[in-house]
């Protein structure tokens, strides 16, 4: 067991309005300077829609994240090195500028140098690249509240198979909810192993994802890789760039910017321990629908007496531990299990994760003429909602919609719950029962989901000064990690994933390269 530590979030989307403050504020913060106009380290997007950029989810036309091959094996999609080299001045596989957007100014001088008469003086949009007039087209959330859902959001990548019928952009039969997005700071990031130059690296103290600015040349593998497509070009500097994970305020104990400003306060921060020995095992778990139980048991319980003698053995600080212990991250996770990964399938093993939105399910249940005390009923309508479970599962399970069902009576069955307990009643625990809680999981859950305080939501561990020297000098190793086997070259270690810290020349102590 190699017990090492990362810095998650949980988003309850429950609680998103899609009013984009958090947005604002990271574009302020990271991506206010030329060269990045176009880029969104964090956007909100109106689903069901085809996203930002668009149709990032299509990952055969993309080519984005991991796959198995026909022996099993851990491989990224676009490819491995050779046919990374060979295209790796032309790659095919790169969203154009119109699947972003042309970002734009206003020609603001018009209206104020503009001379008396009698027509109002307009602000024409300007290509922000070029100068040049331009029409607005496109945007990084088109659908933004379904406004151009009818036209666009058809071609949401998620709407497969026959339940896709129930999805219909009228407006009494539509339905639509917003899912934040910024970098997953995956376990696995398929976007650091395709680096060609080791210029993306994922820090050994707390798993944020980052690119060395001085090491990059600009070959842009790491946009296909990321299947969430959260790295950018600056056209500026010729550099990848994404999102940081705010990790100057992560070392100082805050939460990110998107998350201290979030108008909903729907943004957990959290520390989670995890078995980085395990990690390749479970990406490469073989039917998609386990990869989500699969994660889930690479995460340790930081209340072990073994792992927490693991961990100090691994000289993860004593508050770093207590912080762990009090993570509202594995508590959404791991003792609730409420909250799931984003498309797991991409075999990243993601570590933002979302408590999926329930829809009025109380109204459901009213509207079939079923009593709102008997739990048949009422888990009968979670099948029944306006969201598609289909849909969610699409999102969150691999499509496993059984999943994402139990996710949904279990919130519901709390909201009903809390309902008669806040109307005065002592509150009835047959709904909780049928889901496996008790009263006072149901008041702790309700606690953290609905009411939770500031340093109830935000568990983040200050970084340690004194551990900086010792963490430059470590050892260079790869969390995920495959024996190798006769079908490797020389029967040599190959590693699936990614380094912990960008490589210095030194050789790997197995006898291989990250």
Not at 51 to 67: L, N, T
Not at 430 to 438: E, H
Request: hydrophobic share 35%.
């Amino acid at each position: 067991m190699r017990v090492m530590a990362q810095i998650a979030m949980v988003m309850n989307l429950d609680k998103c309005i899609g009013c984009h403050t958090c947005s604002v504020t990271c574009k302020q913060t990271w991506t206010n300077r030329p060269g990045v106009e176009y880029a969104w380290f964090n956007n909100v997007e109106t689903k069901p829609g085809v996203g930002y950029p668009r149709r990032y989810e299509d990952q055969e036309h993309w080519k984005g994240g991991w796959m198995l091959d026909r022996r099993g094996r851990l491989v990224l999609r676009s490819g491995g090195r050779g046919r990374r080299l060979l295209s790796i001045f032309s790659n095919p596989h790169l969203p154009s500028l119109e699947d972003y957007y042309e970002p734009v100014t206003y020609d603001y001088d018009n209206l104020v140098n503009a001379p008396a008469g009698k027509d109002m003086p307009v602000a024409r949009p300007r290509s922000v690249l070029t100068g040049e007039p331009t029409d607005i087209t496109w945007g990084a959330n088109w659908e933004d509240g379904l406004g151009g859902a009818p036209e666009n959001a058809g071609g949401d990548p998620n709407l497969t198979g026959e339940w896709a019928e129930k999805v219909k952009f009228e407006y009494e039969q539509s339905f639509l909810f917003h899912l934040p997005r910024l970098c997953e700071h995956c376990l696995n990031p398929a976007c650091v192993s395709a680096c060609p130059s080791g210029a993306m690296y994922k820090r050994v103290e707390d798993g944020i994802v980052l690119v060395d600015q001085d090491a990059c040349r600009g070959w842009r593998m790491c946009v296909t890789a990321c299947p969430y497509k959260k790295v950018y070009v600056n056209h500026a500097t010729g550099k990848a760039e994404k999102c940081t994970f705010c990790f100057p305020r992560i070392e100082a104990g805050q939460p990110t910017v998107c998350s201290e400003t979030c108008v909903g306060r729907l943004r957990y921060l959290g520390l989670l321990l995890y078995d980085a020995d395990r990690v390749g095992e479970a990406a490469a778990t073989p039917d998609p629908k386990d990869l989500l139980d699969a994660q889930r048991g690479v995460f340790l319980d930081p209340r072990d007496p073994e792992v927490i003698a693991a961990a100090r053995a691994a000289g993860i600080p004593g508050d770093w531990l207590d912080a762990a212990r009090r993570s509202p991250v594995y508590d959404l996770v791991m003792r609730y299990k409420v909250a799931l990964p984003l498309h797991p399938e991409y075999r990243t093993l993601p570590m933002v994760w979302y408590v999926p939105p329930l829809s009025p399910v109380l109204d459901a249940v009213d509207a079939a003429g079923g009593d709102q005390d008997d739990p048949d009923h009422v888990f009968a309508a979670v099948s029944r909602l306006r969201i598609p479970l289909e849909y969610l599962a699409e999102l969150f399970t691999a499509g496993d919609a059984d999943v994402v069902g139990g996710v949904l009576m279990k919130l519901s069955a709390l909201r009903s719950y809390m309902r008669g307990v806040n109307l005065g009643e002592a509150g009835d625990e047959v709904l909780l029962k049928a889901v496996g809680l008790t009263a006072d999981e149901a008041r702790d859950m309700h606690r953290l989901l609905a009411v939770a305080k500031y340093a109830d939501r935000y568990v983040v561990p200050a970084a340690h000064k004194e551990d900086a020297a010792a963490l430059t000098a470590m050892e260079n190793r790869c969390p995920v990690e495959s024996s190798g086997g006769p079908d490797d070259a020389g029967g040599r270690r190959v590693m699936l994933g990614v380094p912990t810290l960008r490589r210095r020349g030194a050789d790997h102590p197995e006898g291989g390269r990250p």
